[in-house]
């Protein structure tokens, strides 16, 4: 540290060195007196040589409009070598990204959760991936797209993704569901999935949110359409409706006792829950009903009372913080205050 | 049996208090000795509202049914003229007409219980014929219970809980003093005098027969 401050210090010693001072003579001094030279100007307010200034500008053509607009859109659409393996032919896989903007790890993780879900599901998610940046050329309609390779085999759900920006992507459904989810339907479910992932830091985090959230949400669509005829296919977890299926047999053993235990000692059982059950009844009903009568004695009056003497307790009310036995008021009042 | 003023224990038909000399005579002179028309539920205070006050009506109407010989009564207001709610209790019982009452069943079977809203306080107050079933504690009991509504200002509640309370208490004696009403009787029956007392150790303090009881059917 020391070193380093000692060089900073050397060098700007050894710059104040070299740096020429200016000098003055008398006529200097008497042009600057009477106003005539101003110190520096001649550094500031160096003007170009007159040949510079004099030479007409350079003859260069402006852009166009069709030009710019060119450009802007060359920069933002899919690149065109992409064109056939985005809008070509049908998917082979769920996830599409032909520009590899997800590494081979993401892909497949991504690819892998896909595919669980179209094995889960009567309606499968395709995700058309793309940079946040760019935009879809107008060439490819996507609407027209989704009809073309999704009208036949499941029912399908298109999501065009852009990668660190949900708020850009757009959903589209295969003609089987078309009919039967609503564009308004569709358009919450995306909004939803969006919200999720906006939720979420990093684009690849993003990204995971939005293909479970619209997993989710494809389960609803599938329940609206009417694809969804059994609770246990509709159970998110293969491994959980496994164990559905193990239960459901135990009860089946369970039920199948039961049932012979009922057909044993129903009877019995029953004409006895319904004795107890008159007896309680019985009881609460007589208990409801029952009159109490106390014998009467003969009571000398007190302190003059002809009817009553009997002094119970008194409580204070006035604190909620203390318990009735702490505001139990046994103060005698002997001056009668 | 305590005095209302200075809370001591009082001997049985104790025309003043031994302790502090009070007698009703002294409320008589703050209150009025001239008899006082009330209904069972008189919320003086405006402490129910009008649909409240129809349940406290029908919580102390199920007392009467289950309770043929005696009444619930309820009080709301302060003790004007000065007093602790002790005597203003023992005094309006003794000096109330109950208007919606029964005339077969007198003062001395009705239980009141005066909530004053000023000293943030409540009391229960009993008849002679109530003597012998119920004890100070018990109605602390009962208003141990309705404590948690009076703080929050749900008096009406709180009252049909301290009633429905009292009625458990009360059932209780009740079925006791079936069983065995000399124990009850004893509780209130008059001191015995001196020469009962030299009789009783002349025959080596034998049990007495005690006199059969007059029940009201």
Known sequence: MKGLVWMLSAGLAAGAVKAPLPEWNAADKTAVEKGELVPGLSLLGHDLPEEDAAAPAAQVPQPTAEELAEKEKASTEVAEKYWDAYFGERPTSFLVDPQGLLSTKDARDRESFLKYHAGDSKVDLYVYLFDGHQSIPSEAREEELVERFFSEGKPAVVVYYFLGAPQKSDIYVSPQLADSVSAAEQRRALISSVEEALEKPDALAQFEAFCVQLSIRIYWMERAAGLVTEEVAAAPSPRRAKSHEAEAKEESKIVVKAKEWGVQYGPSAGIMAAAILTVVGGLAFARRRARYRFPVFEVAPRMGGAHAAGIGAVISFGSTTQSPSSQRNDVPDYLGL | ?217
């Open chain 2, 1 to 217: 049996m305590k005095c209302p003023r200075c809370v001591q224990v009082i001997h049985r038909g104790a025309g003043l208090c031994p302790h502090c000399g009070f007698g009703i005579a002294e409320m008589d002179a703050r209150h009025g000795k001239d008899n006082v028309s009330l209904r069972r539920l008189a919320d003086v205070a405006g402490l129910m509202r009008s649909r409240e006050r129809g349940k406290v009506q029908s919580a102390l109407d199920g007392f009467c049914r289950r309770f043929p010989q005696l009444f619930f009564a309820v009080y709301t207001g302060s003790a004007q003229g000065g007093g602790n709610l002790r005597q203003f209790g023992f005094w309006l019982l003794n000096r109330a007409a109950f208007e919606d009452v029964p005339v077969d069943r007198p003062n001395e079977a009705g239980i009141l219980l005066v909530i004053d809203p000023e000293s943030k306080s409540a009391t229960l107050t009993w008849g002679y014929h109530l003597d012998p079933f119920l004890t100070e504690e018990d109605t602390f009991v009962c208003l141990s219970r309705a404590h948690a509504y009076f703080i929050e200002g749900r008096f009406a509640e709180g009252t049909v809980v301290l009633v429905e309370q009292l009625g458990k208490i009360l059932s209780k004696r009740a079925a006791q003093a079936r069983r065995d009403p000399e124990r009850f009787e004893r509780k209130v029956a008059p001191p015995p005098r001196t020469g009962e007392i030299a009789r009783r150790i002349r025959e080596g303090h034998r049990q007495v027969p005690v006199k059969t009881t007059e029940v009201i059917p």
